[in-house]
């Protein structure tokens, strides 16, 4: 018997100590970057100069371009700008279906004093160029290219090219019907238009110009770049030859006293917000929202074949309800009236930032058009790419008004089509609500970011005290603790509790400002929020995210209730209490890891690296609680032996 308890003990131990070496090479590989074949980039600027709107009201596409030798530091930016990292060195600058980021960017470069000529592709995780080949076939490229688009590539020495691998993005999603209903290869060629817009708003930034190409032989592209990744567009840098006039505003209305992000600015700000605070957003700060959004260099002839529809919440001088946004004209439309958003929220897979935004806006296209096209798988993905550059639009200016969005892919295209009142030749595309945030109110705008970025620290640094919580739990040091320093275990605890109720507070919105903590409003807000969240079954990523953060939250309450039980003898079931204390505490580590990998936007640029060193304290905890056992079992059999 002692044999087999100390052989089960040394398998453990073991097991163990492979688990923890293990994660420790990971960690070492992973936290030393091996140089291997990469150019490195001038950081981004993202403060810039051109304001957002002045810079989609001269976005266009070149007709004639010529050539401009383009310099490193313009090449990162661009970059930066399609596919780089922002906020939390996680998420990129164009929103991605389920994160899964399908697009590549390759370039080929005919050699500057600041880059030697070659073909390289782009690592966003690095802000590097990964270098392929110093030499390409120019023949190859321009044959697969037609008319005036072969003419402007042939007149430039640097093309960028937007490649896609769909396998990430419909591996998630997917469909059994026909190629343009899967849903996934839809989101793949929204990014690309995400992509494309960011892309042109940065090259007017830079007084430098395009010509979108998105007609074009792939097989020769793909043999061109040596690569299996599908073209979607290639882009040509230049300066254009004719001095055209940028696109006019079209009833434009300026805001006094705002203060607008410039292009780079909006560009690093951009993410997807789904918490809103209630109240009403101005008429004004909307019409801005949709005059400026819905101005895009269209990538066919025009925006006829796009459908804008709202449902109104809560907008000073509108009712609420819903309305047809005339794109020609920029003036709306009411069609009924009433709050359509519990139905709208229905249709889209009962998610709830739908229903709490004060505005949704749902952009369509008219699927007879795509039908009646000679090549209607073109013109679907073209439609598409106009779709992602609006959206994008979109993003970017609630950036720049304090507002939130996210784009919502996924619904109930029947039901929507009946909440806006489509016409049946139409299909919704995507919901996009638009929200109030703590940071559009004037007097919170000074203090809302350091508060938020205090926030993810605090949440961040709640881990550290848990994890004292947990170690003074060994045995080996609960034997050489006193009475008198045990309350140290009791303030950890609080501490996390505290840590982890403040972040949830400020990341979703119920406290603007330090002042807000002493109104009991807040701390109402906040219990009716977690109640709604906790009791609704949770539908995506995001979703499943914050659910395991409201569990962690229950869970830490047991933790302390338990604790308790144990301190004061409350129980007599003690050796239970201390099962279920133990139990509790591993759920709520788990729940908080899996929530930071989901969520977080500190731990997503290398959600690997945060999770195998969490294994590597946790492991640690279990090689130091049972050497004790281990010791004692040897120490048993010799004293047999003997």
């Known amino acids: 018997m ?3 308890s100390k052989r089960q003990l040394q398998l453990r131990f073991l097991f163990l100590v492979v688990i923890f070496i293990g994660s420790l090479i990971f ?9 291997v074949n990469y150019q490195s980039l001038p950081s981004p600027d993202k403060i810039g100069h051109l304001p957002l709107s002045s810079a989609i009201y001269k976005s266009k596409q070149a007709q004639d371009l010529r050539n401009h030798t383009v310099e490193i530091k313009d090449i990162s930016q661009l970059f930066w700008a399609l596919q780089g990292i922002t906020h939390g060195s996680g998420h990129r600058t164009v929103p991605s279906a389920g994160a899964t980021y399908p697009l590549e960017i390759f370039v080929i470069h005919k050699g500057s004093p600041t880059l030697k000529k070659g073909c390289y592709n782009y690592i966003p995780y690095r802000h590097q160029l990964n270098f392929i080949s110093s030499s390409f076939n120019s023949t190859l490229l321009l044959s697969s290219l037609f008319g005036k688009d072969r003419e402007a590539v042939s007149n430039v020495s640097t093309v960028f090219f937007i490649l896609a691998e769909y396998s990430r993005t419909t591996n998630l999603y997917n469909s059994p019907h026909s190629l343009y209903s899967f849903r996934g290869v839809q989101y793949v060629h929204l990014e690309v238009g995400h992509a494309i817009q960011n892309f042109l708003l940065q090259l007017t930034s830079l007084n430098l110009n395009t010509r979108v190409i998105v007609n074009f032989t792939s097989i020769e592209i793909q043999t061109f770049l040596a690569t299996s990744l599908v073209p979607m567009a290639v882009l040509p840098i230049g300066i254009s030859r004719n001095l055209d006039p940028p696109i006019l505003s079209r009833n434009k209305l300026i805001l006094e006293n705002k203060e607008e992000l410039t292009v780079e600015e909006a560009v690093a700000k951009r993410k997807s917000v789904r ?5 009403s957003i101005p008429l004004s700060v909307i019409s801005d929202l949709l005059n400026d959004s819905t101005t895009i260099p269209h990538l066919l002839e025009n925006d ?3 459908d804008v529809r709202l449902v109104v919440g809560e907008i000073d001088g509108l009712q609420h309800g819903s309305y047809q946004f005339f794109l020609e004209n ?3 439309y009411q069609l009924s009236q009433g709050d359509l958003r519990p139905s709208l ?3 889209g897979s009962n998610q709830i930032w739908i229903e709490t935004a004060q505005l949704d806006i749902v952009i369509s296209v008219d699927t007879n058009w795509i039908i009646q096209q000679f090549d209607s798988v073109f013109s679907h993905r073209i439609l598409m790419y106009d779709i992602g550059m609006m959206a994008q639009n979109i993003y970017l200016k609630c950036a720049s008004l304090g507002l939130g969005t996210v784009v919502v892919g996924a619904f109930n295209e029947g039901m929507t089509s009946q909440v806006v ?7 919704p595309i995507y919901i996009m609500p638009i929200g109030l945030t703590s940071e559009f109110f004037e007097e919170t705008r000074d203090n809302q970011i350091p508060l938020t970025e205090l926030a993810r620290i605090i949440g961040l640094l709640s881990y550290i005290p848990f994890y004292i919580c947990l170690y003074l739990s060994l045995p080996m040091l609960r034997r050489h603790m006193t009475k008198k320093t045990r309350w140290i275990h009791c303030i950890s605890g609080v501490i996390t509790f505290l840590g982890v109720i403040f972040h949830f507070m400020v990341i979703h919105g119920h406290v603007r400002n330090f002042g807000d903590f002493f109104i009991f409003g807040s701390y109402y807000d906040t219990l009716i929020r977690f109640i709604i969240d906790i009791l609704t079954f949770p539908m995506t990523r995001y979703d499943i995210g914050q659910y395991l953060a409201n569990l962690a939250i229950i869970l830490g309450t047991s933790i302390a209730m338990t604790g308790i039980i144990i301190a004061f003898k409350i129980s007599k079931q003690r050796k239970l209490m201390k099962t279920t204390h133990k139990y509790f505490i591993f759920l709520t580590i788990g729940s908080l890891i899996l929530h930071a990998l989901l969520n977080g936007t500190i731990f997503a640029a290398k959600p690997l690296v945060f999770l195998f060193l969490n294994i590597l304290v946790i492991d640690l905890y279990f090689l130091l609680s049972l050497s004790p056992d281990l010791v004692k079992a040897i120490q048993k059999e010799e004293i047999s032996y003997q």
């Open 2 to 4: 002692g044999k087999t």
């Open 27 to 35: 960690l070492i590989f992973e936290l030393i970057p091996i140089q």
């Open 275 to 279: 918490d809103y605070q209630g109240g």
């Open 304 to 306: 006829s074949y796009l």
């Open 330 to 332: 920029n003036s709306l």
């Open 345 to 347: 929220r229905e249709a």
């Open 421 to 427: 009142e489509l016409p049946s030749t139409h299909k």
